[in-house]
């Protein structure tokens, strides 16, 4: 039997790869990855080059990981269904294999090719631990809330041994190799290329997970939210680009010598990544509106100084800055960061979530549809099992409380830098002496806040109670 083994971007392994090893069981494989302008044309590729630039660099690492166990990467470029048809009359395929894309666009994207292409088209799971809509509640229905879905995630998941990396694979005929037409290059695609982003590759995503375990995930219970250390796995662009997959990860964690400490607490935060699978499999038009229907139509302000402002890290709330600059730079921000900042964004700045949700799509090298939706529409206040949107973060507090001595802001905000700790959350109130001393002159060096905080909050609440009360026919 001849298999098309057809990576997508979302399962850019060898090891645990669903479609590839039920390819060799079966007989000779094709590992083919199409370039479609759909992402790969030059205007589309600058709109996320970091993705692409992790992505370039992970197919290339697939590639050679593949040449060495005797086969290849077939690269392609064109529209994905056309090439995809011409390869597999080409080789005389019996069949097409993927990993499923579950976002509505990927459904839709595959219920064409299976219904035009002349072999069977079959799609596996692998993206996430349980198959998006498979977790119901009783009476059938999705869950609304983390915790339910989180306990019943418990009771149904059976955890199974991550698939073996091939050892060898099928070679491929001469005719065949002769057809690749290789990996672009970041500057044919119009992208600039950022060495400050980490690396793509399975053998890098191995090494991220290997640290993690030796340390931080022992201590991940408080580390985790710590903006001044490294607390977290670092496995978001790993996850989203399939260099390991979530079964990997929870292998991990489950057969660790010494089961860590945060093992629990890390697991838990994979099942949010599942939750807001699940939740675009149910509701996909969330990336269009907010999951909360009273939400609609919120009077959202334009305000372009304050969308600059946060933009480019100069609101004058030093963590709300660092994280603007910290995402622009290493296309990474620490989960603690994203909330502070999109919180501000949209409750402080009154300024529409997708304005966020898009430019972190930009920018991100982990930038995923669901769970960057759901994170945006969390902080926001409107998503599903979102932090209600009375709650709004106080910029100060939370820098003064994860980022203590101000490493964070020293790092991102260097020009803050000499300000001793009791000041570097809230530079507009220490004392001149201390301002002068630390070579910060506010206005100059770096900004007074642009809004002030309470009249911020007070501004934000009042709208969105009246914006309710209207949603539910009262006054407000
Ligand atoms: C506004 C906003 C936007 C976000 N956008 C994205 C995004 O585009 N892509 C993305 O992968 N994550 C996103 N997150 C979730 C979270 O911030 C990142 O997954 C996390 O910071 C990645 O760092 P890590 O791998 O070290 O996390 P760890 O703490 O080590 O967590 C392990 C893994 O669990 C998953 N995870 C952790 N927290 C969450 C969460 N709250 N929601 C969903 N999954 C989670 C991630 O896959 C992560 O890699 C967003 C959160 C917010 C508040």
Redesign the pocket.
């Known amino acids: 039997m001849r298999s098309i083994v057809w990576f997508r971007g979302k399962d850019l392994r060898l090891a645990d790869h669903q479609p590839l090893a039920a390819g060799i069981a079966a007989g000779e494989v094709l590992p083919v990855f199409i370039f479609d302008p759909y992402f790969f044309a030059p205007e589309r590729a600058v709109q996320m080059g970091h993705r692409i630039q992790f992505l370039l660099e992970s197919a290339q690492a697939l590639k050679a990981a593949l040449q060495a166990r005797g086969s290849d990467l077939i690269c392609l470029r064109g529209a994905s269904f056309d090439r995809l048809a011409e390869l597999s009359r080409a080789w005389s395929a019996d069949r097409v294999l993927a990993t499923r894309w579950s976002e509505r666009f990927g459904r839709k994207r595959d219920d064409s090719i299976a219904s035009r292409l002349q072999v069977p088209f079959h799609v596996f799971e692998g993206e996430t631990l349980m198959p998006p809509g498979d977790i119901l509640t009783a009476s059938g229905q999705a869950f609304r809330v983390f915790t339910p879905f989180w306990r019943a995630f418990q009771r149904v998941f059976e955890l199974k041994a991550p698939l073996p990396r091939p050892e060898r694979l099928p070679s491929l005929p001469p005719e065949i190799l002769a057809l690749d037409e290789g990996i672009p290059g970041l500057e044919e695609l119009g992208v600039v290329a950022n060495e400050r982003l980490i690396r793509g590759g399975e053998q890098a995503a191995w090494s991220r997970l290997d640290t ?1 375990l030796r340390g931080p995930a022992d201590r ?1 219970v408080k580390g ?1 939210d710590r903006l001044d250390q490294e607390g ?6 790993d ?2 680009f399939g260099l390991l997959s979530p079964r990997q990860v929870w292998w991990a964690i489950e057969t660790a010598e010494a089961r860590p400490g945060g093992g629990a607490a ?1 697991q838990r ?2 099942v ?2 599942e ?2 699978h699940h939740s675009l499999w149910h509701w996909p038009d969330l990336l269009e509106r907010p999951f909360r229907a009273d939400f609609e139509g919120f009077p959202w302000l334009e305000d372009p100084a304050g969308w600059q402002a946060w933009v480019q890290g100069q609101t004058g709330y030093p963590v709300v800055d660092a994280a603007a600059r910290q995402l622009l730079v290493e296309g ?4 603690r960061a ?2 502070i ?2 919180s501000f964004l949209t409750k402080h700045l009154g300024i529409h979530y997708q304005r ?2 898009a430019h ?2 930009r920018y ?1 090298v ?3 549809w669901a ?2 939706n ?3 529409q ?2 926001a206040g409107c998503g599903c099992d979102a932090q209600p949107y009375f709650r709004v973060f106080n910029p100060t507090l939370q820098g003064q409380r994860f980022d203590p001595a101000g490493t964070y802001v020293r790092q991102w905000v260097p020009e803050l830098a000499r300000l001793p700790k009791r000041w570097i959350h809230e530079p507009w109130n220490a004392p001149e002496s201390v301002l002068l001393d630390a070579g910060v002159t506010l206005a100059k060096d770096y900004p007074k806040p642009i809004v002030e905080h309470r009249a911020a909050r007070a501004r934000f609440l009042a709208t969105a109670k009246a914006h309710l009360a209207q949603r539910k026919g009262l006054s407000p």
């Open positions: 993690f991940y985790r977290t796995s670092r496995l978001s662009a996850l989203k890390f935060q994979l949010w990544r939750f807001s990474f921000v620490h989960n994203r909330m900042a999109a966020g949700e972190y799509m991100l982990d930038g995923d769970q960057n759901l994170g945006w969390w902080s």
